[in-house]
């Protein structure tokens, strides 16, 4: 079978090869294939590129960034410098579990590429470390996010629209908002608006009418999601949240709740994932984007 890929990969070394030596490009193409291929950042690469013909930026020290394309290994940590070429946002930061050292690192990484860094469920220790070599730092406290916006930030498109049942949901709920926003939609808000006042949601319908997804965050029994997605004519995405009493079972009850539902076109992510489910709702709003041009 031939392997597309591997074979893009050389024609991108051939046209390498009148830069930098043949026996340079030669090495670089046995240590390119004894891995999985892994696309290239073609703007990083053409920068990098006009600063070796300028004389800028030595043969070695090409190669050297040349081996960090794919990713960059730190030890404790790959980080994944083609995310965004893959995926379309840049890889994200979960920082429980990590120390303040590694996160830092971590973000420094990142933030050298040039495109946006989320860092979630960041406490504000975290904050306090990375804004001290990072001015632009954002910390958004209702999220529990940590953010360096991008120099170049997309326009807003289409919208996603983020529903909580209950003040108690906003963590998770401002969590998916930020995500969606930060991969370029345009975010809808609207809170408490649970079943135990129904009412709520019905007169502020008219702003869930106008999104192609609309993510749904709940604790409690989680009941929210199945109430719009039988009135949505859009996909909806079920978050249940840890939010409840004790039979709640740390947000099991929604989560079975939201998975049994009754109601076509629901889709439900793990409790408290707000992440997820900003991201998931960001990727289908973008699909809407390019099937209908609103």
């Known amino acids: 079978m031939i392997n597309f890929d591997y074979l893009v990969c050389l024609s991108f070394y051939r046209a390498l090869s009148e830069v930098l030596s043949p026996t340079v490009c030669y090495n670089l193409l046995k240590w390119q294939r004894r891995r999985e291929f892994r696309p290239i950042n073609e703007k990083k690469l053409q920068e990098l590129l006009a600063a070796v013909q300028d004389g800028k930026v030595s043969i070695d020290q090409a190669v050297e960034r040349l081996r960090m394309l794919p990713y960059e290994d730190l030890g404790f940590a790959r980080v994944d410098h083609q995310r965004y070429l893959r995926r379309g946002f840049p890889e994200v930061i979960y920082c429980p579990g990590k120390t303040v050292e590694q996160i830092e690192a971590i973000v ?41 916006r991008s120099e170049s930030e997309p326009e807003p498109v289409g919208c996603v629209a983020v529903v909580s049942a209950g003040t108690a949901d906003l963590p998770v709920a401002e969590e998916a908002a930020l995500t969606a926003e930060l991969i370029g939609s345009r975010v809808e808000r609207l809170f408490d608006v649970g079943v135990a006042g129904i009412h709520r949601l019905f007169d502020n319908w008219d702003k869930l009418s106008r999104a192609r997804v609309i993510v749904v965050v709940a604790g409690m029994e989680g009941a929210l999601a199945s109430v719009v997605g039988g009135l949505a004519t859009c ?50 709003n973008r699909v809407g984007e390019g099937s209908t041009g609103q």
């Open 235 to 284: 996909p909806v995405i079920a978050v249940p949240t840890s939010v409840g009493y004790g039979a709640h079972f740390g947000g099991l009850a929604p989560l079975l709740t939201m998975l049994n539902s009754c109601a076509s076109g629901v889709a439900v992510v793990n409790i408290d994932n707000g992440y997820g489910a900003g991201y998931m709702a960001a990727l289908i």
């Open 108 to 148: 420094d990484r990142l933030a050298a590429s040039g495109g946006t860094v989320l860092a979630t469920r960041a406490e504000p220790a975290v904050f306090d470390a990375v804004k001290a070599k990072h001015p632009r730092a954002e910390y958004h406290l209702q999220a529990r996010a940590l953010v360096i």
